[in-house]
């Protein structure tokens, strides 16, 4: 569970399941454009698929994080403007890494 200090090894077994479900494609592809009424089988198909995967990796990263962390960040869009955010705050090169790891030494 994402608790902030934990944030690399969180992100690595999310990382982990996601290749697992065959879904990590999402954090790096672009969300496709609605497709058209017109649009081919296949494009419809396509996006739906897209949809269905975005919210199933949402819910991996929003019930794998701390209570706290959920009620900040239930209201964003998708899950890469989540990890985007986390990532500026608890990545390694963020000033929070930083300042933990000067509290430690």
């Known amino acids: 569970q994402l608790t902030s200090p934990n944030y690399v090894d969180w992100l690595r077994n999310i990382k982990?399941?996601?290749?697992f479900e065959d879904i990590d494609y999402v954090l790096e592809a672009l969300i496709p454009a609605l497709p058209a009424e017109d649009a081919s089988t296949e494009d419809h198909a396509i996006y739906k698929k897209w949809v269905a995967d975005e919210k199933k990796l949402r819910s991996y990263l929003m019930a794998s994080m701390s209570n706290a962390l959920q009620v900040q960040y239930e209201s964003l869009r998708d899950s890469r403007e989540v990890l985007l955010?986390?990532?500026?705050?608890?990545g390694e090169n963020s000033r929070n890494a930083r300042f933990q790891l000067t509290t430690e030494l």
Not at 16 to 19: A, G, K, R, Y
């Open 16 to 19: 982990i399941v996601l290749n």
């Open 85 to 90: 955010h986390l990532c500026e705050l608890y």
